[in-house]
């Protein structure tokens, strides 16, 4: 198998090479092109699973599985602009937001991670999905995706919407911006401090700031 990333960072589209046997799975709706013989075969994941995925995630209750009965190429294309990168995934769980998950080749299954009480405080999703088990799997972000490694006890705050992805079994917590002004008026009120050692992935841009600047060209039109 073999992948690249092409019209990155803004638009990006994720092309990938199958030898004959090989196979991916994608969210649906996320096929831009097929070359050769390919099998597809609609599936839920696992009923449980996807019924959580759709109810609490978001998601789409389907996905997709190419198979190549011949050399054959795909191409998927994310819903909301951006760039695409790979996570390698091999035993330890991985956290990603409902609206990046893009592809994932290998024995990964998909599920749902309840955030809690955190994920209420600190707004944005409260729930993520959850993809456990050894493969890739592709992630977009909207604009462009910074990854940041922490060392052992190093900390860093962060915007609660610009998360991506990151292990899951990276320790945060939820705490105010700054003091009681800073917090009230200064535009971040809850962030998330996060303590490694661990990985994030970090997306530029977040999608609250545009449809609230669409919304005040559209008004209350539909």
């Given at each position: 198998?073999?992948?690249?990333?092409?019209q990155?960072?803004a638009?990006?589209?994720?092309?990938?090479?199958?030898?004959p046997?090989?196979?991916?799975?994608?969210?649906?709706?996320?096929?831009?092109?097929?070359?050769?013989d390919?099998?597809?075969?609609?599936?839920?994941g696992g009923?449980?699973?996807?019924?959580?995925?759709?109810?609490a995630?978001?998601?789409?209750?389907?996905?997709?599985?190419?198979?190549?009965?011949?050399?054959?190429?795909?191409?998927?294309?994310?819903?909301?602009?951006?760039?695409?990168?790979?996570?390698?995934?091999?035993?330890e769980?991985?956290?990603?937001?409902?609206?990046?998950?893009?592809?994932?080749t290998?024995?990964?299954k998909i599920?749902?991670?309840w955030?809690?009480?955190?994920g209420?405080l600190?707004?944005?999703e409260?729930?993520?999905l959850?993809?456990?088990?050894?493969?890739?799997?592709?992630?977009n972000?909207?604009?462009?995706?910074?990854?940041v490694?922490?060392?052992?006890?190093e900390?860093?705050?962060v915007?609660?919407?610009?998360?991506?992805?990151m292990?899951?079994?990276?320790?945060?917590?939820?705490?105010?911006?700054?003091?009681?002004?800073?917090?009230?008026?200064?535009g971040?009120?809850?962030?998330?401090?996060?303590e490694?050692?661990?990985?994030?992935?970090?997306?530029?841009?977040?999608?609250?700031?545009?449809?609230?600047?669409?919304?005040?060209?559209?008004?209350?039109?539909?």
């Open positions: 198998m073999e992948w690249f990333v092409e990155r960072p638009y990006s589209i994720l092309k990938i090479i199958l030898d046997g090989e196979s991916v799975t994608s969210e649906s709706g996320a096929m831009m092109l097929m070359k050769g390919i099998d597809i075969r609609t599936h839920t009923i449980g699973r996807a019924l959580l995925r759709r109810i995630g978001g998601e789409a209750l389907f996905l997709n599985t190419y198979i190549a009965k011949s050399q054959s190429e795909l191409w998927f294309a994310p819903g909301i602009p951006g760039d695409i990168i790979d996570i390698k995934i091999s035993g769980p991985w956290l990603v937001q409902d609206s990046s998950y893009l592809a994932h290998g024995n990964i599920g749902v991670a955030r809690g009480l955190k209420l600190a707004e944005g409260l729930v993520w959850k993809l456990e088990g050894h493969g890739i799997t592709w992630v972000g909207y604009g462009g995706i910074e990854k490694e922490l060392g052992v006890g900390k860093i705050v915007d609660n919407f610009h998360f991506v992805a292990p899951a079994n990276t320790r945060y917590r939820i705490r105010k911006f700054g003091g009681w002004k800073s917090f009230l008026l200064g971040e009120g809850f962030v998330v401090e996060v490694g050692p661990s990985i994030l992935y970090l997306q530029t841009r977040i999608l609250p700031p545009l449809a609230y600047a669409i919304r005040k060209f559209i008004g209350g039109r539909s």
